[in-house]
T-cell receptor
Framework: GAGVSQTPSNKVTEKGKYVELRCDPI?????LYWYRQSLGQGPEFLIY????????DSGLPNDRFFAVRPEGSVSTLKIQRTERGDSAVYLC??????????????FGPGTRLLVL | AQSVSQHNHHVILSEAASLELGCNYS??????LFWYVQYPGQHLQLLLK??????LVKGIKGFEAEFIKSKFSFNLRKPSVQWSDTAEYFC?????????FGQGTELSVKP
């Protein structure tokens, strides 16, 4: 079946602009995760959803970042007033459920965001 | 909070050489551990995972890892690497529902 998909694959924007990044999880997966990966670093957790609700948003760096998953499937990560330091690859993953972290997370290809 | 550290940032090997990539975790209680791999141009995928039981875990493509509780380690091994193993390797530990990743080790295999 289809894996996790993310759009756009690349996004170039100017400092101060607003961006939306979309994630389409594997069908039937109830848990959805967002991570951010900077060059030379491992993925860094941002937020995860169990169904429609954000179960843990402790990784969001500040209030410019927000994510939604209104119908429990597709999720959108929203970044307001982008800064150059937001440049990174934004990864989405999904899993059938959360079981204290025992579930395998299936990752998408990522969105490469560049803020000029 | 749990954390993982990977001390080898870039490893260069010739084909057929043996591989061992280090991973150390910080938490002394019940631990689950993962190794993920990212091949060039591809997305992160699971190599293997440890939850409990046999501390020697076998994964895909001939990889294995050994959980050594006394050393807080979960090193990744492969007896004979191939050029196609060139990739970035990440160790990760779950915390709640999320994964905490190490910095990653870039493996380059020379043909």
């Amino acid at each position: 079946g289809a894996g996790v998909s993310q759009t756009p694959s690349n996004k170039v924007t100017e400092k101060g602009k607003y961006v939306e990044l979309r994630c389409d999880p594997i069908s039937g997966h109830t848990a959805l995760y967002w991570y951010r990966q900077s060059l030379g670093q491992g993925p860094e957790f941002l937020i995860y959803f169990q169904g429609t609700g954000a179960a843990d948003d402790s990784g969001l760096p500040n209030d410019r970042f927000f994510a939604v998953r209104p119908e429990g499937s597709v999720s959108t990560l929203k970044i307001q007033r982008t800064e150059r330091g937001d440049s990174a690859v934004y990864l989405c993953a999904s899993s059938p459920r959360t079981s204290g972290g025992m579930e395998t997370q299936y990752f998408g290809p990522g969105t490469r965001l560049l803020v000029l | 909070a749990q954390s993982v550290s990977q001390h080898n940032h870039h490893v260069i090997l010739s084909e057929a050489a043996s591989l061992e990539l280090g991973c150390n975790y910080s938490y002394g209680g019940t631990v689950n551990l993962f190794w993920y791999v990212q091949y060039p141009g591809q997305h992160l995928q699971l190599l293997l995972k440890y939850f409990s039981g046999d501390p020697l875990v076998k994964g895909i493509k001939g990889f294995e890892a050994e959980f050594i509780k006394s050393k807080f380690s979960f090193n990744l091994r492969k007896p004979s690497v191939q050029w196609s193993d060139t990739a970035e390797y990440f160790c990760a530990v779950p915390q709640g529902g999320k994964l905490i990743f190490g910095q990653g080790t870039e493996l380059s295999v020379k043909p």
